[in-house]
């Protein structure tokens, strides 16, 4: 079983910056591919970023040279830095964690982009 817990979320003026952390529970994390997805209101979730293992990223071409995704695996935590914010609104991010044989989802943290 894995726990994973989104915080860091909040309101951010157009242009700013925030960093989210996904802290999960579980001694399987390390082996877990790791992903963040967002769901603005009404529409369907959609993949940000993702990172393996063993460190390597992919990233949706929306957010590509200003979201940052990386992970500690001391800690159990995946981060996803995010710079240059866009003014979209009110969206959710879920913090993902793929084992293979199953998927786990976290509750989800609130992102505000509004001036």
């Known amino acids: 079983q894995v726990q994973l817990v989104e915080s860091g979320g909040g309101l951010v003026q157009p242009g700013g910056s925030l960093r989210l952390s996904c802290a999960g529970s579980?001694?399987?994390?390390?082996?877990?591919?790791m992903g963040w997805y967002h769901q603005a209101p009404g529409k369907q979730r959609e993949l940000v970023a993702t990172i393996t293992p063993g460190g390597s990223t992919n990233y949706a071409d929306s957010v590509k040279g200003r979201f940052t995704i990386s992970r500690d695996n001391a800690k159990n935590t995946v981060y996803l830095q995010m710079n240059s914010l866009k003014p979209e609104g009110t969206t959710v991010y879920y913090c993902n964690a793929d084992l293979g044989c199953r998927v786990y989802w976290g509750q989800g943290a609130q992102v505000t982009v509004s001036s």
């Open positions: 579980g001694s399987v994390f390390s082996f877990a591919f």
